[in-house]
């Protein structure tokens, strides 16, 4: 028997910011309760999430997104990336980021954070995908 993959947490609502986010497994969509976690910038990838330090990896808006940032998000099985640079561009991806998704084959895609959200969240009700989201800037 195959194994299914786990679904990825949708984003509910996004503002300068805040974002809110289903928890993984909470009856979001399916007329139950909806558990969220708010925060204001998330990794998101199969089967949860959690927030995104920057510190972790160093990262900040120049050179941008690390390679180590969407380590988190292949090692539990997104096998598509949503990349979003902030609610007004200013968060870079580094290249050496987009060259690691290419090299494994990975669907990646960058935009501004609302339309980051939109793909996302159309991604996630097909496939899994992993997402790094900054609400601000």
Known sequence: ???????????LSLSWGR??????GSAEGRGGP????????????????RAWDWNETGTAHHPGIQP?????LLDRGAAAVVLSRGM????EV???????????????HTAETTEA??????????????GLFHSTC
């Open 94 to 108: 580094d290249p050496r980021t987009l060259d690691l998704l290419r090299s494994r084959s990975v669907e990646v």
């Open 117 to 130: 959200v939109r793909i996302y969240n159309r991604l996630a009700a097909t496939v899994p995908v992993g």
């Open 34 to 49: 909806s558990p969220t976690t708010v925060g204001k910038d998330f990794k998101l990838y199969p089967g949860g999430g």
């Open 68 to 72: 180590a940032d969407v380590e988190e």
């Open 88 to 91: 007004h561009g200013r968060l």
């Open 1 to 11: 028997m195959a194994d299914t993959p786990t679904a990825s947490p949708r984003v």
């Open 19 to 24: 974002m809110e986010v289903a928890r993984a």
